[in-house]
């Protein structure tokens, strides 16, 4: 599971993973810009869908994915577990250019993050 909040001080992104997820996938937290990031969108059939190759972290079919993937020149971040609440963030970072993630409430973390795009595009 994952905890995704905006610093609005900074105009940042911010996503935790929690407890083992951090081990599991190689990551203690990803910041990034409010302007990198494209949309969000709860796709729970998601975790069916080919991931890439992994380096590094867990792949556990059907049940928990957490780490670095990439597929077709991408890097995107796995931290999923069972699908039902993953949403997608599509971003033009670096880093990674989408992040697969599992959260409490899906919709409201995506209304988060698409209201915080609004009011950054109003800017």
Known sequence: MNTVSINSQHRLLVIEPRGLDKLWGFVRTIDIPIDQVRGATHDPGVIEDYKGVRGPGLGIPGHKWAGTWRKDGERHYWNVTGGKTTIVIQTTAQ????????????????????????DQNQR
């Open 95 to 118: 880093r990674f250019q989408r992040l697969y993630l599992s959260v409490e409430n899906p919709r409201t973390t995506v209304d988060l993050i698409n209201t915080a795009l609004t």
